[in-house]
């Protein structure tokens, strides 16, 4: 009976230790439990697909046919526009037909959406002015003033880009020499800010400022000169008196990161780029001054240097 009690006994045993190899086996005491955790499985992320390539598109807006503007019958001036949402940089952009020696600043850098007027340029004889620009998506595209380009008015002339200066040339001193031989003249840019005005999504450089009396053979750089005249007796009346043309080549500055682009600016700007004339008399030792945009001076001296091109 006894040896019976002890094969169950045994058998039970073994029965235990045969279902323990498919449980978990605790730690004995003293030794830290397993607390490695696997990696979670990840996605790896979505790229954004690329933006389409900015389209630029040249657009003629109107020719103005006559020369208060500029050495040529016709001015054509053109826009632009851009469907991108920041500027870029043309990898094309060239002028037909125009005239050889101006420099009407055609655009390589352009900014978001219409630009109107982005410049102007004078045709060379009857030629018809040609814009082609390449843009970002390298598409190649065209425009032509033709028989259909209508005639520039104030509406279609109204800059997509609001500017509010004021540009006037002022004389700020007036004296005569010693010997009453001569008038030396200080004549200065007055109403235009340091600060270019450019088209939104541009940055304002500051503007450069050229002045030119017609008569010193070249440009001075800034907003003032100092010029000295010889005075002549009035034919018509008593004194002397002198005419000075001078006028102002105002350049804005805009730009994008490391590129700056020039642009001429229109409007009040064309009167001063084409030239003023400074109408001195001198009675007694008195000197008036008048300056005249149109025409010629009072008392018959007509003016010098004649007309120039941008530059």
């Known amino acids: 009976m006894r040896r019976l009690l002890a094969v169950l006994l045994c058998s039970a045993l073994v029965a235990a230790a045969c279902s323990d190899d498919d449980t978990e086996t605790l730690p004995t005491s003293g030794e830290a439990p397993d607390t490695t955790v696997a990696p979670p499985t990840t996605t790896p992320p979505t790229t954004a697909a690329p933006a389409d390539p900015v389209a630029v598109t040249p657009v003629v807006v109107c020719v103005r046919s006559d020369a208060t503007v500029g050495p040529s019958d016709f001015a054509t001036f053109f826009a632009y526009e851009s469907d991108g949402t920041e500027p870029v940089e043309l990898a094309e952009s060239t002028l037909d037909g125009a005239i050889p020696d101006d420099d009407p600043f055609v ?15 004078f045709a060379a004889g009857d030629e018809a002015l040609t814009w082609t620009v390449v843009g970002p998506d390298g598409e190649s595209r065209t425009a032509t003033a033709g028989p259909d380009t209508p005639p520039c008015t104030d509406e279609l002339l109204a800059p997509s880009t609001g500017d509010s200066r004021t540009p006037a040339l002022e004389v700020t001193r007036a004296e005569v020499s010693a010997d009453g031989s001569s008038l030396t003249v200080d004549v200065a840019l007055t109403g235009v800010p340091d600060l270019s005005v450019c088209p939104e999504g541009l940055m304002a450089e500051p503007v450069s400022v050229r002045m030119d009396d017609f008569q010193l053979g070249g440009l001075v750089e800034g907003a003032t000169f100092s010029l000295t005249s010889p005075l002549f007796d009035q ?28 642009s001429w600016p229109n409007g009040p700007f064309e009167s001063i780029r084409d030239g003023d004339l400074v109408c001195a ?5 008195e000197v008036a001054i008048e300056i005249v945009t149109f025409g010629g001076c009072p ?11 941008r530059g």
């Open 107 to 121: 655009p390589t850098l352009v900014a978001p959406g219409r630009v109107s007027p982005a410049f102007y340029a």
């Open 281 to 285: 008399t001198v009675v007694d030792g």
């Open 235 to 262: 034919a018509d009346g008593p004194g002397q008196q002198t005419t000075i043309p001078v006028a102002a080549l105002v350049v804005d500055q805009c730009g994008d990161g490391d590129t700056v682009q020039g």
């Open 299 to 309: 008392g018959g001296l007509p003016p010098t240097g004649g007309g120039r091109i």
